[in-house]
């Protein structure tokens, strides 16, 4: 039986997806807007479901820190355009050729993979772009590009695509080490989720003190995020994932199961999120959201 608790986040999560959604309808060009095919590739990519999770842990984090969460949200719309964009990549055949995302056809697969391709350019760019012009206020000038900065490290060859490099050499016949699985998704995963959370508070000019501490609570939670994800590959179905289950292990990929197995991955997903949870505990206020957040990436169930 779900808790109150757990029924207030869920709502929280709601009403926050809500927004966001409301905000990129206005920020991404119409699927009738020339080009039309390139435009409906984006839409029916950003627009087929996800949780976003990165946007709404900048959104939390602005709070977190004694700031207002407005200020980040155009911002917090060109990080979840940035994530939608290495989703339609790391979907192509050339690198995990899935099928399926988010519970419907791959945009490769509806649109063919020249679009696709050009789908996630596209992304891309109207992302930085947003993070480049928003907050407007002179105000944000030099913490908006701080944030910029950030970010662009972030998804760079040191971070998330580099990760993406690393997890497309680590398949072998040897089993991976714990190092090289924890350096993949801390790259391919960890850092975008951290520059989210750095993004938010900055935007809020939070101490660096504060800044600190929201990237040790963005690393547990980013760690934590991959190992859940590992184990919803190996233990969840097709409908409830959205996506196509088992692959990472037919592939010989890089997961935390592949090295601790499936009851030690349990163990250090349950102290991570106590890890998370004491870091967001220690902000202004107690972390406003970002302790929820933190058990959410726990317990989601896709």
Not at 69 to 76: F, G, I, V
Not at 134 to 142: G, K, L, M, T
Not at 235 to 252: F, N, Q, R
Request: aromatic content about 4%; proline content about 5%; charged content about 25%.
């Amino acid at each position: 039986m779900r808790t109150i608790a757990a029924e207030a986040i869920s709502a929280d999560l709601a009403r926050r997806k809500s927004e966001i959604d409301r905000a990129l309808e206005v920020l991404v060009p119409s699927g009738e807007a020339w080009p039309s095919t390139l435009h409906r590739a984006i839409r029916h990519s950003l627009f087929a479901g996800g949780k976003r999770l990165r946007p709404i842990l900048a959104l939390a984090a602005a709070e977190a820190v004694g700031g207002e969460a407005r200020p980040a949200l155009e911002p917090a719309c060109g990080l979840e355009m940035i994530h939608t964009y290495s989703l339609i990549h790391d979907d192509l055949p050339a690198l995990d050729n899935d099928d399926l995302r988010r519970g419907v056809p791959t945009c490769h697969v509806v649109f063919g993979e020249a679009i696709a391709i050009l789908a996630g350019d596209a992304l891309l760019t109207h992302g930085l772009g947003l993070l480049a012009r928003f907050p407007r206020e002179e105000i944000y000038a030099s913490a908006k590009l701080r944030a910029l900065e950030i970010v662009v490290d972030a998804i760079g060859t040191t971070g998330m695509i580099g990760g993406q490099v690393a997890d497309l050499e680590a398949p072998g016949s040897s089993p991976p080490s714990e190092e090289a699985v924890r350096a993949i998704h801390e790259s391919k995963t960890g850092r975008l989720i951290r520059a989210s959370l750095a993004l938010g508070g900055i935007l809020s000019f939070a101490t660096e003190e504060d800044l600190a501490r929201l990237d040790r609570y963005g690393r547990a939670v980013g760690l934590a995020f991959q190992i859940k994800d590992d184990l919803l590959d190996v233990e969840s179905d097709a409908a409830t994932l959205g996506k196509t289950p088992g692959k990472d292990a037919a592939a010989g990929k890089a997961t935390f199961p592949a090295v601790w197995g499936i009851e030690r991955s349990r163990q250090v997903l349950a102290s991570t999120i106590e890890e998370a949870v004491a870091q967001a505990e220690a902000l202004p206020g107690g972390g406003g959201r970002l302790p929820d957040l933190a058990r959410f990436v726990g317990e989601r169930k896709s």
